[in-house]
């Protein structure tokens, strides 16, 4: 135990030592509700992580770049072109790392849990990782007469390595969890048909029930038409008005035509049923007719 402790006081494993401290501090913070739990955001869900400032980064550079080297042009300057081309080349190089190192970011899945959580699963990781490795190599290396600084560097690069690996792992089945899942507003409800509950809807007043996985919501609606819809009428929601909280409706039987009766829809099924019967009866009938004409 001790052996790990002090391990975890060198380098470098005292590097995600303090990372693991703050990451603890923080979670403690998430815990009593005073900071957010993705209070650096990341996380997307099973979306595609979201490079456009990457992207935009890249884009500013490069119009940089070339913006330096004309002005330095048009100076008739020498000195100026040369300082405008290398400064926007070395500004693209750096805004495309960043863009490679975003879609590395997007490859390890590390956007499917807020920042957060990432980053204090490479801290742990990191710190197991780094302590342990030290713990279990440095006698040996020490023992070869090689320096402590260079174990040092080795075991940072590995345990980074590994954190980030191991991190893209772990939160791989967390990400399910961090998924947004935004509720139905009543915007999303224009298009529908409801059914009207009042004896009247006009402009000042009126009232539709609309139903919704087993539930039945009553709505305020709004008709231009005054006495175009009473109780029981079908009616067809057309706009959602944020300040008023109402909709505006329209008759949809005067839109589709009103539902054939019951009575007419049964018989249109008989008749349907008799020509079958019919069609399927003529073959015989005419095949009896060929025989008496034989016969």
Do not use: N
């Not at 509700?33 to 997307?44: P, S």
């Not at 899945?109 to 190599?137: C, D, E, K, M, N």
Request: glycine fraction near 12%; proline fraction near 5%; charge should be negative.
């Amino acid at each position: 135990m001790a052996e790990v402790l002090a391990a975890s006081l060198a380098f470098p494993a005292v590097i995600f030592t303090v990372a693991l401290a703050l990451a603890l501090i923080y979670w403690l913070f998430v815990l009593l509700g005073a900071v957010d739990l993705d209070l650096l955001g990341g996380a997307h869900g099973h979306a595609a992580p979201d490079l456009g400032g990457l992207e935009g980064a890249a884009k500013g550079a490069l119009e940089g770049a070339a913006k330096g080297a004309l002005e330095g042009a048009a100076k008739g300057s020498l000195e100026g072109a040369v300082k405008g081309s290398l400064e926007g080349a070395g500004t693209a190089d750096g805004a495309g790392v960043a863009q490679d190192a975003g879609s590395l970011l997007a490859a390890l899945q590390l956007h499917r849990v807020p920042a957060t959580v990432s980053l204090t699963l490479i801290a742990a990781f990191g710190w197991f990782t780094s302590a342990l490795s030290t713990v279990l190599v440095e006698p040996l290396w020490l023992g070869w007469g090689l320096p402590r600084w260079a174990l040092g560097v080795a075991v940072l690069a590995g345990s980074l390595v590994a954190a980030v690996l191991s991190t893209s792992l772990a939160v791989r089945p967390l990400g399910p969890l961090f998924v947004t899942r935004h509720g139905q507003s009543k915007k999303d409800l224009v298009g529908r048909v409801c059914v009207i509950s009042t004896g009247r809807v006009d402009e000042r007043f009126g009232q539709a029930t609309i139903d919704e996985g087993g539930a039945s919501h009553i709505l305020d609606v709004r008709c231009d038409t005054e006495g175009a819809l009473r109780r029981g009428d079908r009616a067809l929601l057309v706009s959602w008005d944020p300040d008023r909280e109402i909709f505006s409706v329209e008759p949809l039987d005067a839109l589709l035509g009103p539902p054939p009766p019951l009575a007419e829809r049964g018989a249109s099924r008989v008749e349907a049923r008799l020509a079958g019967v019919e069609e399927d009866d003529a073959p015989a009938a005419r095949a009896a007719d060929e025989r008496q004409r034989r016969g």
